[in-house]
Every structure is written in C-alpha cells, then in structure tokens.
C-alpha cells in the first residue's frame, strides 16, 4: 500500500511539493520541542472504535481519500468548470491523517488504544507543527488543519480544502457504516460481538448474510476471524 500511496503523491506536478510529500511518508517523523520520534504508518489504525479501526487501516484510508479528492476535482472539472489545485489537494489527502500513527498503540488483544502522547495532542496539532517546520506552503497546512470543518474550531476557506474535508467524510463514513453493519451481523447471528473486524471480513460479512443467511455469517466469522484472534 505504500506503492500504492507514493504513485498518487507522484501525480503532484510541482516538484518542491512532491519532493516534501515523498519525504514525509519515507520518513515519517516529527519533532515537537524536546521530543522528537520516528513512527511508521504502515500498521496504524485510522482510529481507535469508528472508520478504519484496525491493522493497515490508516494506509487504506489515505489512499482512499486521496483517491476521492483527485475525483472530485475532476468533477469539478468537467461538470462545473471548476479548477482546483490538485496538487493541494493531493497533498492535503495524503497528509490530512498520517499524525494519528504515533497517537495509538496496539493492545496485547489485538485492539487498539490511545498512546501516553494522544493523551496531550491531537494529530491535526501535531501535523500542523510538523507542516510548518518542513515548510510545507500555507494552502496545504490549512487543508489539513480545517479537514474536520464543522467537527473543529476551524472551517474550510478554500476549494481545495473543503474537497479534502468531504473526501474524508466520505470514505470514513462508508467505512465506518460497512463496519457497524457487520458487527451488527455478528451480533444476531452469535449473540456476542467481536473485537476487531477489518473492512475486507466485513464486506464478505455482507454478502454472505445476503446470500445465505445468518447460519453462513455464523461459520464464517468462526472459520476467519475468531480463529485469527485465538
């Protein structure tokens, strides 16, 4: 997924901006006065119980909402003759997240909590700090600290951030929605829920229960995600 997420950051046109953005994701690091970590964000989780709430989980939703945002200025394009900066956006996608990896940490059961430093700073705080330090442009850090809109203190006041705002409304709730709908299943079909589920079981979770009934969604989570846990 990291190929994936570099080939969509290579689609930034401006070599200084793109420069930055691989950096950042080769790289991830940040320094906050005396404290300064490396981190990776390839097993993080994109939150702790709603969107993404498991391994890998940040990486697919980067990718999906950087995805979206190139999208959506297409859209733009073509339908309302409107062009945005896709190189903000594009940055803005990538970018918009990748502080919440060092803000959790992994459980002995496989889930996922809130780390000693999510405990002080948000991720939108501590990218912002750290888009400043490396000079990232003022559009971009902007994009990134108002990608919550109404959820925060700060609202979008550019084209280019309200398409990463709405990008990651999208597939977070898609996500979240896909999750809630299997945990629901396995629910009625074996009277408990389950730790962790990821999108790909819950997606099968769907069919099945479609298909088949609440029988196969039963042996299914026995036969895949239960015996994964144990």
Do not use: W
């Not at 496989?110 to 939108?124: F, M, N, P, Q, W």
């Not at 990232?136 to 006041?157: M, Y």
């Not at 550019?158 to 809630?180: F, Q």
Request: a negative charge; glycine letters at 6%.
């Amino acid at each position: 997924m990291i190929e994936e997420l570099e080939r969509l950051v290579k689609q930034i046109s401006d070599p200084a901006l793109r420069g930055k953005v691989l950096e950042f994701i080769r790289n991830p690091s940040f320094k906050l006065g005396d404290l300064q970590r490396d981190f990776s964000i390839s097993e993080s989780p994109a939150s702790v119980f709603r969107h993404h709430s498991y391994r890998h989980g940040l990486l697919e939703h980067t990718i999906s909402v950087t995805i979206l945002g190139i999208t959506l200025c297409e859209v733009l394009e073509k339908v309302y003759g409107v062009k945005a900066d896709r190189d903000v956006v594009i940055a803005g996608c990538v970018l918009h997240d990748l502080m919440k990896a060092p803000l959790y940490e992994e459980t002995e059961d496989g889930c996922y909590t809130v780390s000693r430093l999510g405990e002080k700073i948000d991720h939108i705080s501590l990218m912002v700090s750290e888009l400043n330090r490396r000079g990232f442009p003022i559009e971009v850090i902007h994009a990134v600290a108002a990608h919550h809109a109404e959820f925060n203190v700060l609202h979008p006041t550019t084209l280019e951030a309200l398409i990463v705002h709405v990008a990651d409304i999208a597939d977070s709730r898609l996500n979240g929605k896909i999750l809630e709908a299997a945990r629901r299943l396995i629910k009625e079909a074996m009277g408990e829920g389950v730790k962790s589920i990821n999108l790909k079981d819950s997606l099968e979770l769907l069919k099945i229960a479609s298909r088949e009934g609440l029988s196969s969604v039963k042996k299914y989570v026995e036969e895949n995600i239960l015996s994964a846990d144990e």
